[in-house]
């Protein structure tokens, strides 16, 4: 059974824009349990859960996992270093071995693109997407728009610009999709080394200098460089990469107007963004980090079949939630 | 061996510029009759063909039979018979097989299991580089001698342009064409799609068009520099179209093919991360199939091949950028060209016989190619009407990697005749070229 989202949440592209004010309204109650002193409701009690990690990460599995554990489900983590291919078993074989074990949900973060969609496709549970290759991050883009809403209310003609690896991240294409359908301005900016060949068809602006970049937006989600990209040959230094593009005090104290710095971590203090920016009045990256809490339990709960209006009292600790599926 | 009489179907045969109804007379694997009523001898199997057509067969110069190596996907038996299903009458097996088709014995081997299979003609490529390493050149002169039809390191681009120089030059003592897969390695490096939009919102890293039309150019000017024969395999962009009838129009010896995956679909069909939809080169835009579409009309493309290349179930269910490149074309290769060009206007029957069965006996100098009398019996029935929905499950071939399993499609090969012999017949692949009642359990 599937509850407003269907049964899966693969990306931003596949959404509504009233599906993601849905999860973001939803997330509104959800934010003030994290603020208690006993951080549980029963809203997922009873439910299992796998945390099927194919690449490494701190951060969005931490994240899940408070968002299960403050719903009340039973979580597993499983840590796959490198693909399922070295480790000898495929992905199809690990999928059908989690359905055999009779899983409510898997929140999976694998290497390739597509990987969501592959586990997905083949399994009965719910599947959320921590992260699938180059493709898409969804939750980490409702995220980055809860904050934003949090600041702005209404996205609806807000300037935002996206800076820096647009080529290889995930969180770019998700940040784009979910703007762009709540009607915001979106902007690119990096070298155009790191810029899809064809993000003229994106629907978005795209400036070559931050500059430029900084003089327009209302808020900047700057991206992590990978450390890789150098040694792939797309730029040609972390020193230069911060001197052409990096966000400086400098470069910000330039805007015309209040500017909202976003950064979906971890970062590189002094690449893609200078420390006293970071740490500065600007700066709502840690705002984003409790707000990934809160929209993880939204997405948890709404896949559960959770009524969305049921989300107040579910928060109140009446248990409804799971029990409400036919 | 018993003559055959194919009574009443239409004779489409561009290369004696026939197209009408008429009986064909097959008797000592070869043509001994044509056109008009042929009452024929006593002794006969009559094949009805009215409303069929009845053509010089398909030769299909561009798949992959695995064998040796990956029998577990395709052996050079079930190949063969898949061929005969697809109303080809001969294949041509490119070398990239384990170990790699580049030397006199391998080609032997070739040949030999060929002969046993009874089925389609299977003319052997050698490899052009020793173990299709792109370093010290293949032994051509003992491969021809073993049976060799050309040459290629297909799989694998020649990155090396003074390898590709010198074997446009060596191929030209044994008049073989130098068949090269283009694709610019360090562009492509990593690409599992077209470069576009759709590999940008999917987030995976692409291919551009300029990665194989680099390769393209390189190709035409070094069959320029040294007068060798280019074939061009598996063409798939509007810019190689345009580079290959500027090399035509100034008289360079460069031929081309394109599969019929590249004149159908697009890179839209790997949405929804479909492996099936994965092939190198991979499926361009709607802009590249047109430009396919009317370069094989106007011949700068000379013919159509299917790149046939099976994999496992196992190795195409998995994450996409992991599964192999490739899908089985053979069975569909027809059908797939009668519904997307000919029922569309862009080519006629005669057209489509040219491109699949003349224009490959022509260019790469092989039996066949024409009904003419006394020519080998190679001949393909087909029905261009039959309506039949592909059902990869049931492929003659090991393979079922196919992009069109489920989809209908018009046009379907109804009997395939090899020297004079029954091969496939409507449905019922039988076993050899003598057998033709045996029917499947």
């Known amino acids: 059974m599937t509850g407003t989202l269907g049964k899966d949440l693969l990306g931003l592209e596949s959404l509504t824009g009233d599906q993601i004010r849905l999860i973001l309204d939803t997330a509104e109650p959800f934010k003030e349990i994290s603020e208690r002193a006993i951080k549980k409701v029963p809203a997922l009690r009873g439910s299992t859960i796998v945390n099927l990690f194919f690449e490494n990460s701190t951060r969005t599995r931490i994240s899940f996992e408070f968002a299960e554990k403050r719903l009340s489900a039973d979580t597993v983590n499983v840590s796959a270093s490198g693909s399922s291919v070295s480790k000898g078993e495929t992905l199809v074989d690990t999928a059908r071995n989690l359905e055999a074990m009779r899983i409510d949900m898997v929140v999976i973060r694998h290497s390739a693109s597509g990987a969501a969609q592959f586990l997905a496709e083949r399994i009965q549970s719910n599947v959320i997407n921590a992260g699938d290759g180059t493709h898409e991050h969804p939750t980490q883009g409702l995220l980055d728009i809860l904050t934003l809403r949090d600041r702005f209310g209404d996205l609806k003609g807000r300037r935002i610009c996206i800076c820096g690896d647009i080529l290889h991240s995930r969180v770019a294409r998700s940040n784009i999709w979910g703007l762009n359908k709540l009607g915001a301005e979106v902007a690119v900016c990096g070298p155009r080394s790191l810029l899809p060949n064809a993000i003229d068809e994106f629907g978005v602006k795209i400036f070559d200098r931050v500059e430029e970049a900084i003089e327009w937006a209302e808020a900047l989600n700057v991206l992590r460089l990978q450390f890789e990209r150098m040694t792939a040959g797309y730029i040609p230094s972390a020193r230069e990469y911060n001197r052409v593009f990096g966000i400086t005090r400098e470069r910000l104290d330039r805007a015309p107007g209040d500017i909202l710095i976003l950064h979906p971590g971890p970062m590189n203090r002094g690449v893609e963004i200078d420390s006293d920016v970071a740490d500065g009045p600007h700066s709502v990256i840690l705002a984003q980090v409790t707000n990934g809490v809160a929209v993880r339990m939204a997405v948890l709960y709404l896949l559960a079949g959770g009524k969305p209006e049921l989300a107040e009292a579910a928060k109140g600790g009446s248990g409804r939630g799971r029990e409400d599926r036919e | ?441």
């Open chain 2, 1 to 441: 061996m018993k003559p055959i009489l194919l009574k009443g179907g239409t004779l489409v045969d561009p290369s004696q510029g026939l197209n009408g109804v008429g009986d064909v007379l097959i008797a000592d694997g070869v043509i001994k009759g044509l056109g008009g009523t042929i009452a024929g001898p006593k002794e006969v199997d009559v094949i009805d063909c009215a409303g069929l057509i009845v053509s010089p067969g398909f030769i299909d110069v561009h798949c992959h039979l695995r064998e040796p190596g990956r029998e577990d996907v395709e052996t050079i038996a079930t190949g063969a018979r898949a061929a005969a299903a697809g109303g080809f009458t001969a294949v041509c097996a490119m070398p990239n097989t384990d170990p790699v088709t580049d030397n006199q014995a391998a080609v032997g081997f070739i040949v030999r299991q060929a002969q046993r299979a009874e089925s389609a003609r299977v003319y052997p490529i050698g490899a052009i580089s020793v173990g299709q390493e792109g370093k010290a050149l293949a032994e051509f002169g003992e491969m021809v001698g073993a049976g060799a039809v050309a040459v290629s390191d297909d799989g694998k681009p020649v990155a090396s342009a003074q390898l590709m120089r010198t074997a446009l030059e060596y191929a030209r003592t044994f008049k073989i064409p130098v068949i090269d897969h283009c694709e610019e390695p360090t562009l492509s490096v990593g690409g599992s799609m077209n470069e576009g939009i759709v590999s940008a919102q999917l987030g995976l890293k692409g291919i551009p068009a300029e990665a194989e039309e680099i390769m393209v150019i390189r190709d035409i000017l070094l069959a320029r520099l040294t007068g060798g024969h280019v074939h061009l395999a598996h063409m798939s962009t509007k810019g190689s179209v345009e580079l290959i009838r500027w090399g035509k129009e100034r008289g360079i010896r460069v031929t081309a093919e394109v599969c019929p995956h590249h004149l159908s679909l697009t890179e839209e069909s790997v949405r929804g991360y479909n492996t099936n939809a994965k092939m190198n080169p991979p499926l361009r835009t709607a802009k590249d199939v047109e430009a396919l579409r009317v370069g094989v009309k106007d011949g700068t493309i000379d013919l159509i091949a299917t790149d046939h290349a099976p994999h496992h179930y196992d190795e195409k269910e998995r994450e996409f950028a992991d599964a192999p490149n490739g899908i089985v074309g053979l069975e569909t290769a027809l059908a797939v060209i009668v519904t997307n060009l000919v029922e569309t206007g862009h080519l006629t029957f005669s057209d489509l016989v040219d491109r699949m069965a003349c224009g490959p006996a022509r260019i790469f100098g092989l039996p066949g190619g024409s009904l003419k009398r006394g020519a080998a019996a190679d001949v393909t029935v087909f029905d261009p009407k039959a309506r039949w929905k592909v059902d990869a499950s049931r492929f003659v071939s090991k393979g079922r990697n196919s992009p069109y399993d489920g989809m209908t499609l018009v046009g379907r090969a109804a009997c395939t005749i090899v020297a004079g012999s029954v091969v496939y017949r409507s449905g019922i692949p039988a076993r050899g070229r003598e057998k033709v009642n045996r029917t499947r359990g």
